[in-house]
C-alpha cells in the first residue's frame, strides 16, 4: 500500500517510517499537503542508480579515450535500450538540476 505522510511523521514518529522504508517500501512525505520528498533506504536508492551510474561511468571513459562526441544513440551503449527510458525521464532531470545550482 502507497505510504504517504505528512513531513513532521519524519520526525514525531520516526520508528514507523524506518519500519516501512526497511520494509522495501518508499514513503512519500508532504508538506503543506504537497509532494516534498520520498524516504528511501540506501538498498531501495541504490537499486535505482546502480545502473545509471554504471551507464554515465561508461560515457566518462568513453569521453576520455576520444574527442570524438556522440549522441546516446550513436554511442553503442550496452545499456541504451535498457536504460533509455530511465534516462530521459529520471536521469536527465536530475543532471540539469545540478548543473543549475
Given at each position: 500500500?502507497?505510504?504517504?505522510?505528512?513531513?513532521?511523521?519524519?520526525?514525531?514518529?520516526?520508528?514507523?517510517?524506518?519500519?516501512?522504508?526497511?520494509?522495501?517500501?518508499p514513503v512519500y512525505l508532504t508538506k503543506?499537503?504537497?509532494?516534498?520528498?520520498?524516504?528511501?533506504?540506501?538498498?531501495?536508492?541504490?537499486?535505482?542508480?546502480?545502473?545509471?551510474?554504471?551507464?554515465?561511468?561508461?560515457?566518462?571513459?568513453?569521453?576520455?579515450?576520444?574527442?570524438?562526441?556522440?549522441?546516446?544513440?550513436?554511442?553503442?551503449?550496452?545499456?541504451?535500450?535498457?536504460?533509455?527510458?530511465?534516462?530521459?525521464?529520471?536521469?536527465?532531470?536530475?543532471?540539469?538540476?545540478?548543473a543549475l545550482i
Amino acid at each position: 500500500m502507497l505510504q504517504i505522510r505528512p513531513v513532521s511523521d519524519l520526525r514525531n514518529k520516526f520508528p514507523d517510517i524506518e519500519k516501512i522504508v526497511n520494509a522495501g517500501e518508499p514513503v512519500y512525505l508532504t508538506k503543506s499537503g504537497y509532494g516534498a520528498m520520498v524516504v528511501l533506504s540506501l538498498e531501495e536508492y541504490s537499486k535505482l542508480t546502480d545502473g545509471v551510474e554504471t551507464a554515465l561511468d561508461m560515457a566518462d571513459r568513453l569521453a576520455a579515450e576520444s574527442s570524438t562526441r556522440m549522441s546516446h544513440i550513436q554511442s553503442n551503449c550496452p545499456y541504451h535500450n535498457k536504460y533509455s527510458f530511465l534516462f530521459w525521464w529520471q536521469v536527465l532531470p536530475i543532471l540539469l538540476q545540478t548543473a543549475l545550482i
